[in-house]
């Protein structure tokens, strides 16, 4: 088993700055790539930013490339998420999830491990 504990969010305004932090724990050797995920109020879960567990490969989506950039510190078992710029757009509950088998990228798919969650408000 793993578990996922995010961390990091809170309120700021538009044009400001958060780093989210993912840090996981337990069996993390068979962890593939973890991915980062954010809901907001109504909406569907929509994919935000992917990495590899080794760090080789990330992935965006467009809405935040050129803003956000997700990294990864081996040693701290930790995956961050630093955002940028951040508009009123990007409020939401911001979710962690990793894989075995895959990089999480996809909507709608169960991956094997999710966090709680941590909540980004950007206020305009």
Do not use: H
């Not at 490969?57 to 630093?82: C, E, H, M, P, W």
Request: proline letters at 2%.
């Amino acid at each position: 088993q793993v578990q996922l504990v995010e961390s990091g969010g809170g309120l700021v305004q538009a044009g400001g700055s958060l780093r989210l932090s993912c840090a996981a724990s337990g069996r993390t050797f068979t962890i593939y790539g973890t991915g980062w995920f954010r809901q907001a109020p109504g909406k569907e879960r929509e994919f935000v930013a992917a990495i590899t567990w080794t760090g080789d490969n990330t992935y965006y989506a467009d809405s935040v490339k050129g803003r956000f950039t997700i990294s990864r510190d081996n040693a701290k078992n930790t995956v961050y998420l630093q955002m940028n710029s951040l508009k009123p757009e990007d409020t939401g509950v911001y979710y962690c999830a990793a894989d075995g088998a895959t990089v999480p990228r996809g909507v709608g798919i169960k991956y094997n491990y999710w966090g709680q969650g941590t909540q980004v408000i950007v206020s305009s």
